[in-house]
Structure formats: C-alpha cells, structure tokens
C-alpha cells in the first residue's frame, strides 16, 4: 500500500516536471517574454544603483562608512600589509646575509673603529 502512494507521487512529480518543462520552454522561445524580463532586469538593477546612491547618503548624513567606504579601506589595508610583507622579507634577507658574513670581514670592519679610538685619545 505504501508503495502504491510512492508511485503515485512519483507519477504526479513526473507529470509536474513536464507540464513545468514545457511551459518553460514556451516562454524562453517567446521573443516578447524575453523582451520583458529584459526590461525588467534593466529596471531592477537601475533601481539598485538608486537604493545604493541613497543608502550610501544615509550613511554619509549619519556620518558612517558606506560599504563603499569600507571597501576602499579595506583596499588600502591591503596595501599595507603586502608593503609590510616585503620589508619584512627585504629586512630578513639582510639579517640573514649579515649573519652569513665570514668572521675575519666583521673583525675588519671592527678593526679600523678600534684604531679611530685610539688616534683620539
């Protein structure tokens, strides 16, 4: 018995998907259903851009960051912390070859300071 009302409602399903299916694909082959929905996507995204300029002066008047706002901060923290990256990396390069230099080079280098202190005295 329960099966006989799986079938039917897979049946019914069925039935929905191509009833659905063909209307469908009536509407998409109509040149004036297209016309309109192109229309009204036009409409609505001119509508957005509206809602978005006023929201963005509400936010202004109230004195908060607009999304706007924000995305150009957030722009600009980014390139902060790649400028950040690099020095780092340009600092641990030079560490790391200062740390590689020989001995003797940094005991020549220490040794005309000592000479200098001397000449002083």
Known sequence: MFNMGEDMMKQWAENWEKLMGDQLEKLVTNEK????M???IAATMTGK???SK???EQ???MNLPSRTDIVKIMQK???IEERLVDLTEKFED???ANENRPAAAAAAGAAPEAKGKKHKK
């Open 77 to 79: 923290l980014t390139d």
């Open 59 to 61: 936010m202004a008047a």
């Open 54 to 56: 006023m929201l963005d």
């Open 33 to 36: 259903f297209i016309s309109e």
């Open 49 to 51: 851009a509206v809602y």
């Open 38 to 40: 192109s229309k009204s």
């Open 94 to 96: 030079y560490v790391d």
